[in-house]
Nanobody, 121 residues
C-alpha cells in the first residue's frame, strides 16, 4: 500500500506560480511511476503530467506543456509539479497518483486526496 498526500495548493493570480508536492508513505516511491491529474468543477478528472519511476521520461497534457514541470526526488519519497504562467482555466483540484506503469490514463492504483489550486484573473 502507498499513501499519498498532496500539498502546496492555494490561491494565486494569473501569471503566477505554484509548486505542488506529493509525499508518499508506506512504500518507497522509487518503485512507482507517478502522475498528476486535475479535476475542475463540473468536469471530469484529466491528465496533467506523468513521470517514470526513474524520472527519465516525462509526459504532459498539451494544455500544460511548456508551463508545468513534473519531477521527483526518490530519496525524499516526493514528487513535484512546478506550475508557471498559471491561467484561470488551471483552477482545479490536483491529485497525484502512483502505479507500476507510467500512463496518461486514469488507471493508477493509488491516489491522494487532492489539493485545491485556484487561479484568479
Amino acid at each position: 500500500q502507498v499513501q499519498l498526500v498532496e500539498s502546496g495548493g492555494g490561491l494565486v493570480q494569473a501569471g503566477g506560480s505554484l509548486r505542488l508536492s506529493c509525499a508518499a508513505s508506506g512504500r518507497t516511491l522509487s518503485s512507482y511511476a507517478m502522475g498528476w491529474f486535475r479535476q475542475a468543477p463540473g468536469k471530469e478528472r484529466e491528465f496533467a503530467a506523468a513521470i517514470s519511476w526513474s524520472g527519465g521520461s516525462t509526459y504532459y497534457a498539451d494544455s500544460v506543456k511548456g508551463r508545468f514541470t513534473i519531477s521527483r526526488d526518490n530519496a525524499k519519497n516526493t514528487v513535484y509539479l512546478q506550475m508557471n504562467s498559471l491561467k484561470p482555466e488551471d483552477t482545479a483540484v490536483y491529485y497525484c497518483a502512483a502505479d507500476s506503469v507510467v500512463t496518461t490514463g486514469n488507471e493508477y492504483d493509488y491516489w491522494g486526496q487532492g489539493t485545491q489550486v485556484t487561479v484568479s484573473s
